[in-house]
């Protein structure tokens, strides 16, 4: 880059750097995009079976602690704001993609090869955060349906989506320890 881009505050020459920066987008985190549009797809036709074949809280006992049951939940995780009135549908949309805007645009800027333990992590949480996001927006609520319990004490409810966002959060925290071992080893 020339000194008279490097030095040229306007946001045309900051775009110009910026993308001169990135890699092209098969070598970069997007590689990880169809992992996320899997969990997606998955998600979305697990959740249209479970509405065709079952009805409202329909429960099949798989193992005595795992019970597929059919539920509706229009909060967030643990039915947080589930009693509100209605407006947490908008926001929780919002906040997906908020999100997953800005964990694909991280994404663009990592190196596949170098970081796939962090890119596979962040396109499980896109693509769990966008099946709950479509289902909120078609059916206004969450379809959850894998129930886990002991005795009397219960889990909520929870579906693939969740699963996904689940592991891709382990993935990130796996990641953060991986580079602060090694971080360490090399004496940061």
Do not use: C
Request: charged share 15%; aromatic share 10%.
């Amino acid at each position: 880059m020339s000194a008279t881009a490097r030095d040229d505050p306007s946001p045309s020459a900051a775009a110009a750097a910026t993308a001169q920066r990135l890699l092209p987008a098969t070598l970069s985190g997007w590689r990880w995009l169809p992992l996320a549009a899997a969990v997606v797809v998955a998600d979305q036709a697990v959740k249209a079976w479970m509405v065709y074949h079952f009805s409202p809280f329909e429960r099949v006992r798989l193992l005595s602690v795992l019970d597929i049951i059919l539920t509706y939940n229009t909060g967030a995780a643990f039915s947080f704001l589930s009693d509100a009135a209605g407006w947490q549908r908008w926001l929780f949309v919002l906040l997906a993609l908020a999100v997953s805007t800005a964990l694909i645009v991280w994404m663009r800027r990592l190196r596949a090869a170098a970081h796939a333990l962090l890119g596979s992590g962040l396109a499980l949480i896109v693509g769990g955060a966008l099946g709950n996001m479509i289902d909120r927006l078609i059916l206004g609520r969450v379809v959850d349906f894998i129930h886990v319990h002991a005795g009397n004490a219960y889990f909520p409810a929870f579906n693939l989506a969740d699963s996904a966002i689940t592991i891709g959060a382990a993935l990130l925290l796996l990641d953060a320890w991986r580079e602060s071992r090694a971080a360490q080893a090399r004496g940061q």
